[in-house]
């Protein structure tokens, strides 16, 4: 099993920055393939970014390609999403997960076998 915590969350005025952490325990996860989703209040959860077990490969939506960059320290047991000029429209829950399915980059939510609690950001307009 493995345990996932996001942090980092907040309020930040458009055109600001974030960076998220999301912290994993139980076991390592540099097996999995790692993925950060967002889900807005009335909205479906949508897919953010990905990145493969070592690293090598990422996936971005459209939507925050060129501003979002994913990343992971296996050494820490740790996947980041750096967030940089931020919109209203990012404002949703941030939820990291974890597949045990794949080996590329999956975007579909169903393909994640673990997921964190998720944390809230807010970007004022």
């Known amino acids: 099993q493995v345990q996932l915590v996001e942090s980092g969350g907040g309020l930040v005025q458009a055109g600001g920055s974030l960076r998220l952490a999301c912290a994993a325990s139980?076991?390592?996860?540099?097996?999995?393939?790692m993925g950060w989703f967002r889900q807005a209040p009335g909205k479906e959860r949508e897919f953010v970014a990905g990145?493969?077990?070592?690293?090598?490969?990422?996936r971005y939506a459209d939507s925050v390609r060129g501003r979002f960059t994913i990343s992971r320290d296996n050494a820490k047991n740790t996947v980041y999403l750096q967030m940089f000029s931020l919109k209203p429209e990012d404002t949703a829950v941030y939820y990291c997960?974890?597949?045990?399915?794949?080996?590329?980059?999956?975007?579909?939510?169903?393909?994640?076998?673990?997921w964190g609690q998720g944390t809230q950001v807010t970007v004022s307009s």
């Open positions: 139980g076991r390592t996860i540099s097996t999995n393939v």
């Open positions: 997960a974890a597949s045990s399915l794949d080996v590329f980059v999956n975007t579909q939510a169903g393909r994640y076998d673990y």
């Open positions: 990145i493969s077990r070592r690293g090598s490969a990422t």
